[in-house]
Antibody, heavy 121, light 109 residues
Framework: QVQLVQSGAEVKKPGASVKVSCKAS????????INWVRQAPGQGLEWMGW????????GYAQKFQGRVTMTRTTAINTAYMELSSLTSEDTAVYYC??????????????WGQGTLVTVSS | QTVVTQEPSLTVSPGGTVTLTCASS?????????PNWFQQKPGQPPRALIY???NRRSWTPARFSGSLLGGKAALTLSGVQPEDEADYYC?????????FGGGTKLTVL
């Protein structure tokens, strides 16, 4: 069965960086994009960007450009999202999700369990 | 920067019908925005319901239907069940990026 398993909760100080991992299983890792979405406490969902695990190509939401980096290690079917220059406003649950290539088949048929990142001095 | 707007909250009676909408600040929502809909219950990741306007996922009950209505994307729940109480989010593609709506809190009462 398809699974996306994310790394555990993190606590970071303002100005630091965080790197969240997302390990895929149950399907061919390089055949689907990985997207990242975050949700601040009590707030809505916010799309951050996408990565093609096959090519390594990425696309980021304008808000996060220059501060987010999405990468992968295909040998272990794992995607990563690194966010730098953290502030308290980055406190959120971060989700990875799978997406078929292209637009027609939709986004997020499978999601990771979420990783809580807390930014606090 | 595209802003996507949903009703903040709606209430429906069990067995009733309710329509949630999703509007874009860029103008009328068309099929080219590839609307997606998600359901989220407390403490859980979102679950995909609808993609490309009206296509149900294999696990989406038939009482959920997607459409375009009056320049907006719409999600209609017919024969609402108590377990449908949740937050619902739409997601639109525009200008090379995906943008979520603010979400609708659906109460079944």
């Amino acid at each position: 069965q398809v699974q996306l398993v994310q790394s555990g909760a993190e606590v970071k100080k303002p100005g630091a960086s965080v790197k969240v991992s997302c390990k895929a299983s149950g399907y061919t890792f390089t055949s689907f994009d990985i997207n990242w979405v975050r949700q601040a406490p009590g707030q809505g969902l916010e799309w951050m960007g996408w990565m093609n695990p096959d090519s390594g190509n990425t696309g980021y939401a304008q808000k996060f450009q220059g501060r987010v980096t999405m990468t992968r290690t295909t040998a272990i079917n794992t995607a990563y999202m690194e966010l730098s220059s953290l502030t308290s406003e980055d406190t959120a649950v971060y989700y990875c999700l799978r997406k078929e290539f292209g637009l027609v088949k939709g986004v997020g048929d499978y999601w990771g369990q979420g990783t809580l990142v807390t930014v606090s001095s | 920067q595209t802003v996507v707007t949903q009703e903040p909250s709606l209430t429906v009676s069990p067995g009733g019908t309710v329509t949630l909408t999703c509007a874009s600040s860029t103008g009328a929502v068309t099929s080219g925005y590839y609307p997606n809909w998600f359901q989220q219950k407390p403490g859980q990741p979102p679950r995909a319901l609808i993609y490309s306007t009206a296509n149900r996922r294999s696990w989406t009950p038939a009482r959920f239907s997607g459409s375009l209505l009056g320049g907006k994307a719409a999600l209609t729940l017919s024969g609402v069940q108590p377990e449908d109480e949740a937050d619902y989010y739409c997601l639109l593609f525009h200008g090379g990026a995906w943008v979520f709506g603010g979400g609708t809190k659906l109460t079944v009462l």
